[in-house]
């Protein structure tokens, strides 16, 4: 640390850091782009590593989680909170006219495996966990009650009441089907909305377009469920408005009876039969308003937040794990661990190889996108990345940074090598002063 605080080139590394945001593991590249005149040949720029701090140009690693990067994840839920925010309100090439479409915030939970200890709370009181007057003791001789009151930070939440007694089974293997019941209940909704609108499926979509977007989040049980923006929009998508019958009432009754009879099968393995999965029997439909409780920016927010979290809530790790590894060596939670074991026996089977149980361990055999959207629902994160790096761009030419050049009259050429990432351990506390970042560890680095 004290070492680059008197390096002469201090202040263009401290130049780079503040460029990456904070990031805390930067990409560290090596190389050059140069511009030559397309008539002549004639060297006009070159940009090259070699003039830099340590001879690399420090780039932000735009992870999605928070637990990895907290900076490039805060890039990630900003960028993701304009995406649906503009899908409810308009912008970003989005109508304003889209707040009149029906539009309704959907959350599609998983069923029961087993009881967990719970936080249960009524008119702002909070209840007993699982009181069971003369409950009688499981198989294992565990006493099926809990009458603690327990706090929002208990250790033991999520964790299943008998261990023994919990279908782990039954929860890596919704896990791993959850992107394939959400694929159904999309195509199913399509076809009630067509038989609510007396129209033949491949009629729908010149009258209706399904718009959403939704995102994963892991209950502490370690289960994901679903919360989704869904829209209907006219055949050209939200620049037109749906039909008069497609109201948010249709809209919710289509939710009703996609989430009640989809369904998907894992197949039979070993001595064990095939099993049929299904969405649990908690749906909420709320309608999205522009006041109240849930408005678009709370709407936003919520899916934002999420989308940038993992299953680290239940006490797993947020990278992938080795077959070879010991779990034994990790600071998981028994829940955790037993869910991970789990998903690394049955991805040792024939039948299941196509759900990839073993490569998705550290998140409980969920496999899917933790944050998707339709085509049709709004802007794209590509898009939003584009519109800030040309942002960037302008603003290195004004200040004389990048040169102004036809690009119909000059060549560009670029070269670049990966050159390793991070920090040392004084960079990272020095990166961590300048930018104000909190310098912390996830729990299995401890």
Same mark, same amino acid.
């Given at each position: ?10 202040? =263009? *590394?401290?130049?780079?850091?503040? =460029? ?21 040949? !004639? $060297? ?8 830099? @701090? ?78 069971? =007057?003369? /409950? ?40 791993? #089907? /959850?992107?394939?019941? *959400?694929?159904?209940? /999309? ?41 989704? +923006?869904? !829209? $209907? ?31 998907? #099968? ?6 064990? @039969?095939?099993?049929?999965?299904? *969405? ?9 308003? $522009? ?40 600071? $998981? ?22 759900? =990839? ?26 898009? #939003? ?24 009259? +000059?060549?560009?050429?670029?070269? *670049? ?25 996830? @729990?299995?680095?401890?």
């Amino acid at each position: 640390m004290i070492a680059r605080l008197n390096s002469p080139d201090y202040d =263009r *590394w401290a130049a780079q850091i503040h =460029r990456t945001g904070g990031c805390r593991q930067p990409i560290h590249l090596r190389g050059k782009v140069d511009h030559y005149d397309r008539a002549t040949g !004639r $060297l006009l720029h070159r940009y090259t590593t070699r003039t830099e @701090p340590d001879g690399v140009l420090r780039l932000p690693c735009k992870t999605r989680r928070a637990s990895r990067c907290p900076a490039c994840a805060e890039t990630y839920r900003a960028d993701t909170y304009h995406l649906i925010r503009a899908g409810l309100v308009g912008g970003k090439g989005v109508p304003d006219t889209v707040t009149s479409h029906p539009t309704l915030f959907v959350t599609l939970t998983a069923p029961s495996f087993g009881a967990v200890h719970a936080r249960r709370e009524q008119g702002g009181k909070v209840l007993p966990c699982h009181p069971r =007057r003369d /409950a009688e003791p499981c198989p294992h001789g565990l006493v099926m009650s809990c009458t603690t009151q327990h706090g929002p930070d208990d250790a033991c939440l999520g964790e299943p009441l008998c261990p023994d007694c919990y279908d782990y089974t039954g929860s890596v293997l919704f896990n791993a #089907l /959850a992107p394939l019941l *959400w694929k159904r209940f /999309a195509d199913s909704l399509r076809r009630h909305l067509a038989k609510l609108g007396g129209l033949a499926l491949k009629e729908l979509r010149h009258h209706l377009t399904l718009s959403f977007a939704k995102v994963a989040e892991y209950q502490r049980r370690g289960i994901v469920h679903f919360h989704a +923006v869904i !829209r $209907l929009d006219g055949p050209g998508g939200p620049t037109a408005p749906p039909p008069a019958w497609a109201t948010a009432d249709i809209l919710a009754d289509a939710v009703r009876h996609a989430a009640r009879v989809v369904s998907a #099968l894992a197949l039979a393995y070993d001595d064990q @039969p095939a099993r049929l999965f299904k *969405w649990g029997t908690q749906l909420d439909i709320r309608p999205i308003t $522009l006041d109240g409780d849930l408005t678009d920016q709370a709407v936003a927010g919520y899916i934002a937040k999420y989308a940038t979290k993992a299953a680290e809530c239940v006490g797993t790790l947020d990278r992938r794990i080795n077959p070879l590894d010991n779990l034994d060596a990790f600071n $998981l939670r028994e829940h955790a661990r037993r869910l991970i074991a789990t998903c690394m026996h049955l991805g040792t089977r024939t039948e299941l190889a196509e759900l =990839r149980l073993a490569e998705r361990a550290h998140m409980l055999g969920f496999r899917g996108h933790f944050s998707t959207r339709s085509r049709r629902y709004s802007t794209t994160l590509g898009a #939003l990345r584009a519109a800030r790096e040309q942002h960037i761009r302008e603003h290195e030419i004004t200040t004389g940074r990048l040169p102004l050049f036809d690009e119909d009259t +000059v060549l560009v050429i670029s070269e *670049w090598q990966y050159a390793g990432k991070g920090h040392s351990a004084g960079d990272q506390l020095l990166a961590a002063a300048i930018t104000g970042a909190r310098l912390e560890r996830s @729990p299995h680095e401890l």
